[in-house]
């Protein structure tokens, strides 16, 4: 009797065995199995990770059109392509992977796309591994340099100011309207680089913005601009000072930013007009 129960139990710990040899050659991440193809262990994980929390939004290829895309505005993120909101990377270039690594913290305001905050660090990396494989850029390419974001001056009356003349210069008010509420005179024809309509940020709406939330965030957009949107790079066209002008300026916008608020009272700040010149 002993020997059978022997023999049922050795039986039993090589089915066992087989069982587990056959999961670690399909892979699973977070309990999800899945086929080795050709790739990375990393990869491996992340596609694990991918098919659990990313297809229903951005598609089994990543090319955004998962099955809740058609219910989604703004649309998931097109992977193929390679073009990324959310850089601190020149514009038109590859963003880095802790770029990549932030927007999945951090989330996207105003989206469907939530914080993958919960993951653990080392499944975000994995996930990021994965996404990569989409598009062949990122075996062709490398990453763009990050921008520099120089030391944030002191927030004065004379900086609101400055920042309000710039947002009349290089006209933001066309897209995001002359009280920053994205109504601007040209906001409903506007299209993203796959030829779908897309709104201009309100920043009357919250306190952060699509790609973070502090002062070095806003900076760094301007500078890199929004890449596959209208949003272009300013790098060209203003100075790291005249940035920062607009960026006191713009918050002014937000509902609790007390104290760039109380600057433009002291400035004495009037309404950009409907045409989009300064009252001196």
Not at 27 to 54: H, I, N
Not at 85 to 107: M, Y
Not at 224 to 245: E, K, R, V
Request: aromatic share 8%; with cysteine.
């Amino acid at each position: 009797m002993q020997t059978t129960h022997k023999i049922g139990f050795v039986c039993m710990m090589m089915v066992l065995g087989a069982g587990l040899a056959m999961a670690q050659g399909v892979g699973y991440a977070s309990g999800y199995p899945v086929p080795k193809d050709d790739l990375t262990p990393q990869q491996q994980t992340g596609k694990g990770l991918y098919l659990r929390y990313c297809v229903g939004c951005h598609g089994k290829y990543g090319d955004g059109a998962g099955d809740n895309a058609p219910y989604i505005d703004p649309k998931p993120r097109n992977f193929t392509l390679a073009i990324f909101k959310c850089r601190s990377t020149t514009t038109g270039t590859l963003p880095l992977d802790s770029d990549l690594i932030s927007t999945i913290e951090r989330g996207i305001i105003h989206s469907n796309m939530p914080s993958w905050r919960p993951l653990s660090p080392q499944n975000r990396e994995d996930l990021i591994a994965y996404i990569k494989t989409f598009s062949p850029r990122w075996k062709n390419e490398k990453p763009g340099d990050a921008i520099q974001v120089p030391a944030e001056p002191e927030v004065t009356a004379e900086r609101v100011r400055a920042g309000q003349e710039e947002f009349a210069k290089v006209q933001c008010w066309k897209c995001h309207g002359v009280e920053g509420r994205g109504n601007g005179p040209s906001a409903d024809t506007l299209t993203d680089d796959q030829g779908r309509p897309i709104t201009p940020y309100d920043f009357t709406s919250a306190n952060r913005f699509k790609c973070g939330s502090t002062d070095q965030d806003l900076y760094k957009i301007f500078m890199t601009g929004l890449d596959g949107t209208p949003m272009p790079s300013f790098s060209d066209n203003i100075t790291s000072d005249q940035a920062w002008d607009l960026v006191f300026f713009l918050r002014t916008f937000q509902p609790m930013h007390s104290k760039e608020k109380e600057m433009a009272k002291q400035a004495g700040l009037k309404p950009i007009s409907p045409a989009g010149t300064v009252t001196p």
